[in-house]
């Protein structure tokens, strides 16, 4: 019967001895025995935890994803994973993506599964559950949390990430009260679901729906909409028929889909950290990805979504505008997309959103009008980042795209608290701020410290932007001309080790330019000069990271993580 070469009837189709123990031990919950007849096991990979609010809701989405299957004819068995939340974990989530990505693969490999839903909301937890279930490569399918609703404060809109840089800098202002500061923390998170700004949590579900590995809609339903529901018990039925087709996920995950999601990306103003994610998850599934494709298939894209950070609106309204089908459908008609890339419902990305309508262009501008214009990530070189930088043109200051100012250096996140309001700082708003010893190895785990306050006495001028680099991330609700993921790091020996007080920086976006005006000489003298950093901790997980962890131009992966083992069954243990 073609249902026994499915992988859980290795499992739950045996006779004798292991065949009762591993029907047994299910049924002690209740199961019936002709939920062992064949029918297709569907794992469905759950990241909910009181520790990740973002993804506080995950038990009934998963019970909807639960009746799907069911419905379908296939039987459902939930697992939980590692939970990464952006706004409680430290030192920072991302340190722990790839220890979750290894959670996640593990489970799936070991374990009776036939296809495999993954539930993810936060920052982190979607690019590390997409990694693990890549490098075991069954029939997938993605449901995001979705964003809580807007945030509404003294009416006015207030997004998270973004207004918190911005309230938290009027409070250093003095210009609210700490009073007025607790209030709209009440005010700005008021529902179940992920940031509402078009940052990492958002990007990332966007890229979900543009890599087609969601249903259509999966990046924008608020996380208390109905439709939400509706999203994961439309992925529990159709997980069940993937499995059936033999649906794997390299089959959606091509070069392909890849650049459609980039070009989405540049169009929705997405997060820089869809980068690193991005080209992780590529080389997970085979597929090479690196900084060049970002910035050649950037060029030429524009924002056409008037959010936050970048613009006015949040995820609510671009729900109700139509959503990421709409911008999908402006990239297609310019022929920015490739249409015929296969999506988790077995349609094309075209199918599913040539027919989408835009009812309301303040939010989703059309492409002959965009928001803002040539606004992909650019991707800078030059001697101060020979592995390449980042910088996000539609959340920077236009003036400063091109600017040369003197370096004033923090050698790491405590030098920098530690100076920065500093009234005696030698700083004005020509400067460059720089940052060091923030990257993969630095932190460790890459923490989004980039986009660096302001002192306040630069505030206090009405200044807002100042040109700041690092080897750090930044949050995708932030703003600002910052320039990120300088590659290789300083803890791993990059040029950016070697920058000084008062030295010469030069930044040209246009170009792709990023100059630090040394001689190659004093350069060589410096490194000669540079010792590497104690690393923060010799043991356990942080040792393993730290002794493994690739560049951001890499992805930040473990060196031994990048490919896939597949889906064979492990060994038998008895």
């Avoid at 004819?73 to 590692?82: A, K, Q, S, T, Y």
């Avoid at 700005?188 to 992920?194: A, D, F, P, T, W």
């Avoid at 018990?233 to 794997?248: F, P, Q, S, W």
């Avoid at 990048?562 to 008895?574: F, L």
Wanted: hydrophobic share 40%.
């Amino acid at each position: 019967m073609a249902s026994r070469k499915r992988r859980s009837a290795q499992w739950f189709g045996r006779e004798g001895k292991m065949g009762f123990i591993y029907r047994s031990w299910v049924k002690n919950r209740g199961v019936p025995q002709d939920q062992f007849d064949g029918r297709p096991v569907i794992g469905i990979c759950n990241t909910y935890s009181e520790l990740t609010p973002c993804n506080s809701h995950f038990r009934t989405l998963a019970e909807h994803v639960k009746t799907g299957v069911v419905e379908a004819g296939g039987f459902p068995l939930e697992f939980p994973v590692m939970s990464l939340g952006e706004t409680l974990l430290r030192p920072t989530a991302m340190l722990y993506r790839n220890l979750a990505s290894m959670d996640v693969e593990e489970s799936i490999r070991g374990n009776p599964i036939d296809g495999v839903v993954l539930l993810m909301g936060c920052d982190k937890t979607t690019p590390s559950l997409v990694m693990g279930a890549s490098s075991v490569d069954l029939p997938t399918i993605g449901v995001s949390g979705g964003p809580m609703l807007s945030g509404w404060y003294r009416g006015e809109r207030i997004g998270s990430g973004t207004n918190v840089w911005s309230l938290s800098e009027q409070l250093r202002a003095g210009e609210i009260t700490r009073e007025e500061f607790h209030e709209a923390e009440t005010c700005m998170h008021r529902s179940h679901g992920h940031c509402m700004t078009m940052g990492t949590a958002s990007t990332m579900a966007s890229m979900v729906e543009a890599l087609g590995l969601g249903l259509p809609g999966n990046a924008a339903y608020p996380a208390v909409d109905a439709r939400r529901n509706v999203i994961a018990r439309m992925a529990g039925r159709r997980i069940v028929e993937m499995v059936k087709e033999d649906l794997k996920l390299s089959r959606i995950l091509t070069r392909e889909a890849f650049e459609n999601a980039i070009r989405v990306n540049a169009a929705i103003g997405g997060s820089t950290n869809a980068v690193i994610h991005l080209i992780a998850i590529a080389r997970r599934i085979g597929v090479e990805l690196n900084l060049d494709d970002w910035d050649k298939l950037g060029r030429g894209v524009h924002t056409l979504v008037n959010l936050m950070p970048n613009g006015k609106y949040l995820m609510e309204d671009f729900c109700y505008a139509g959503g990421l089908p709409v911008v999908i459908r402006e990239l297609g008609e310019r022929g920015l997309l490739h249409r015929d890339a296969l999506t988790a419902n077995g349609r094309t990305i075209w199918d599913n959103s040539k027919d989408a309508r835009n009812d309301n262009p303040e939010v989703i501008m059309p492409f002959a009008k965009p928001f803002k214009r040539d606004t992909g990530i650019a991707v800078l070189r030059g001697n101060l980042c020979p592995d390449g930088a980042l910088i996000k043109p539609s959340a920077a200051t236009p003036r400063l795209m091109k600017h040369k100012g003197r370096a004033v250096v923090f050698e790491d996140i405590e030098d920098f608290h530690r100076r920065i309001e500093d009234p005696k700082l030698d700083i004005d708003e020509s400067c460059v701020m720089v940052l060091k010893n923030c990257g993969p190895k630095g932190y460790p785990g890459m923490a989004e410290v980039g986009n660096m306050a302001l002192p306040a006495k630069i505030l206090e001028r009405g200044i807002t932007d100042m040109v700041r680099i690092s080897d750090a991330r930044m949050s995708g609700t932030a703003y600002g001309t910052v320039v990120l993921h300088v590659a290789p790091e300083s803890a791993a020996g990059g040029p950016l080790a070697l920058v000084k007080e008062g030295d010469e920086i030069e930044l040209d976006v246009g170009r792709r330019k990023l100059h630090l005006h040394v001689s190659d000489a004093e350069l060589a003298k410096r490194r000669a000069a540079w010792k590497k950093p104690k690393p923060h901790l010799t043991r356990g997980y942080w040792k393993l990271y730290v002794d493994h962890v690739n560049q951001a131009s890499d992805g930040a992966d473990l060196d031994f993580l990048v490919g896939k083992s597949g889906a064979a069954v492990p060994r038998d243990n008895h």
